[in-house]
């Protein structure tokens, strides 16, 4: 059992006991590693007067806290935990069972299991925790209802072959989403969640905490949030041009003319955009050690991080300069008087649009050089 600490004097006393109880009654051959982040109140002592083992943390931070304990562990089944009473750690052996059985990651799932009054704020369980486990079992493909329950089972040589790397809340995240990409087998349990047992304000922020697991998913599946919504409304912004630059389209009642020109231009250049950060989110991902290579990912870098996408950059960027000259010139012959826009803008808009795609290609295949640059 590996509980993470900073400053549970209030409680950490009663999680341990809770532990030796559940272990007492049961064929399990347990230890309890307290992985202490620089606790102040007297929690070090606590941990150790009630047979547990003190790990020392130095780096700060809930995944930092974790990956210490975990990596000291001496058994080949771990169970991790909050040190805040919170979690029903007198009932182990549902974890346990399901690791015997062959699961390489056990998620407890609050929801399931039941969270009792005042045991979570509404907006976290009527809202954050929802939608957060959706976005996690859409993107990663995983049938886990309780996305960032922090009670968890696993096979510690499992999860020390994942690599896990980042060292605050995202911990959580990173977890399952790696599971679920090195394609182990996750499983759920019920577990209840009861209000925990300290007196002040718990170290989690909803809003802050919230975002970052929700940016660090985003990280982790840059494919389906920015790349192929990037290309699909790059590809609809471009059948829009087309077919909106020779003239105006009657739709019945209705007719598009140079107005909806102008929103297949930005079509086209939020969906390139989302392509880019696509791409340089998840060669950073790679290198970080968060996602691993892939031979489609080595092609896209090879293909952008290259001078190919420089000169790519630079042509469209020239097209875009010749176009916006000759509307130029255009303007000029009526003596830089007023002009119907339903005939010059359909110069002006592809120019600008030329312009903007280069400007993204040139700096997006600069980015990615930089980024892809072999380092010791």
Same mark, same amino acid.
């Given at each position: 059992? $590996?509980?993470?600490?900073?400053?549970?004097?209030? &409680?950490?006393?009663?999680?341990?006991?809770? $532990? =030796?109880?559940?272990? %007492?009654?049961?064929?399990?051959?347990?230890?309890?590693?307290?992985?202490?982040?620089?606790? &102040?109140?007297?929690?070090?002592?606590?941990?150790?007067?009630?047979?547990?083992?003190?790990?020392?943390?130095?780096?700060?931070?809930?995944?930092?806290?974790?990956?210490?304990?975990?990596?000291?562990?001496?058994?080949?089944?771990?169970?991790?935990?909050?040190?805040?009473?919170?979690?029903?750690?007198?009932?182990?052996?549902?974890? /346990?069972?399901? *690791?015997?059985?062959?699961?390489?990651?056990?998620?407890?799932?609050?929801?399931?299991?039941?969270?009792?009054?005042?045991?979570?704020?509404?907006? =976290?369980?009527?809202?954050?925790?929802?939608?957060?486990? +959706?976005?996690?079992?859409?993107? +990663?493909?995983?049938?886990?209802?309780? +996305? =960032?329950?922090?009670?968890?089972?696993?096979?510690?040589?499992?999860?020390?072959?994942?690599?896990?790397?980042?060292?605050?809340?995202?911990?959580?995240?990173?977890?399952?989403?790696?599971?679920?990409?090195?394609?182990?087998?996750?499983?759920?349990?019920?577990?209840? *969640?009861?209000?925990?047992?300290?007196?002040?304000?718990?170290?989690?922020?909803?809003?802050?905490?919230?975002?970052?697991?929700?940016?660090?998913?985003?990280?982790?599946?840059?494919?389906?949030?920015?790349?192929?919504?990037?290309?699909?409304?790059?590809?609809?912004?471009?059948?829009?041009?087309?077919?909106?630059?020779?003239?105006?389209?009657?739709?019945?009642?209705?007719?598009?003319?140079? =107005?909806?020109?102008?929103? %297949?231009?930005?079509? /086209?250049?939020?969906?390139? @955009?989302?392509?880019?950060?696509?791409?340089?989110?998840?060669?950073?991902?790679?290198?970080?050690?968060?996602?691993?290579?892939?031979?489609?990912?080595?092609?896209? @870098?090879?293909?952008?991080?290259?001078?190919?996408?420089?000169?790519?950059?630079?042509?469209?960027?020239?097209?875009?300069?010749?176009?916006?000259?000759?509307?130029?010139?255009?303007?000029?012959? @009526?003596? +830089?008087?007023?002009?119907?826009?339903?005939? &010059?803008?359909?110069?002006?808009?592809?120019?600008?649009?030329?312009?903007?795609?280069?400007?993204?290609?040139?700096?997006?295949?600069?980015?990615?050089?930089?980024?892809?640059?072999?380092?010791?």
């Amino acid at each position: 059992m $590996v509980l993470p600490c900073l400053n549970e004097a209030e &409680t950490l006393a009663t999680c341990i006991d809770r $532990v =030796h109880g559940a272990c %007492a009654n049961s064929s399990i051959d347990y230890e309890v590693v307290v992985a202490d982040n620089g606790s &102040t109140d007297g929690s070090i002592d606590i941990a150790e007067e009630h047979g547990a083992r003190v790990v020392h943390v130095p780096v700060r931070g809930y995944g930092a806290a974790l990956t210490a304990g975990i990596e000291s562990a001496h058994g080949t089944l771990v169970i991790m935990a909050d040190a805040d009473d919170s979690y029903a750690l007198e009932n182990l052996q549902p974890f /346990v069972d399901e *690791l015997r059985n062959g699961a390489d990651v056990v998620v407890g799932n609050r929801f399931a299991g039941g969270i009792e009054p005042g045991a979570m704020p509404w907006l =976290h369980r009527w809202i954050g925790n929802p939608v957060l486990s +959706f976005i996690g079992r859409r993107l +990663f493909r995983i049938d886990i209802g309780d +996305f =960032h329950c922090g009670m968890r089972g696993f096979r510690r040589q499992a999860l020390i072959d994942l690599d896990l790397s980042t060292t605050g809340m995202e911990y959580a995240t990173e977890m399952i989403a790696k599971a679920a990409l090195a394609n182990l087998d996750i499983r759920e349990v019920p577990t209840t *969640l009861r209000p925990d047992g300290r007196s002040r304000q718990p170290h989690l922020r909803t809003w802050r905490d919230g975002w970052r697991h929700l940016r660090f998913m985003m990280l982790m599946s840059p494919r389906w949030l920015f790349g192929i919504p990037g290309i699909v409304l790059t590809v609809i912004g471009l059948l829009g041009m087309a077919v909106l630059l020779p003239g105006a389209v009657d739709l019945g009642p209705i007719e598009l003319d140079v =107005h909806a020109l102008v929103y %297949a231009h930005l079509a /086209v250049i939020i969906g390139f @955009q989302l392509i880019v950060v696509g791409v340089l989110m998840r060669l950073y991902a790679v290198r970080s050690g968060l996602l691993p290579p892939t031979m489609s990912g080595e092609r896209i @870098q090879r293909a952008f991080g290259s001078d190919r996408g420089v000169v790519i950059g630079v042509v469209l960027i020239v097209g875009g300069v010749a176009g916006s000259v000759i509307a130029v010139a255009n303007w000029g012959s @009526q003596d +830089f008087g007023g002009l119907d826009p339903s005939d &010059t803008m359909r110069i002006v808009i592809p120019s600008v649009t030329a312009v903007a795609v280069g400007a993204q290609a040139l700096l997006g295949s600069l980015a990615l050089g930089v980024i892809g640059l072999d380092r010791r």
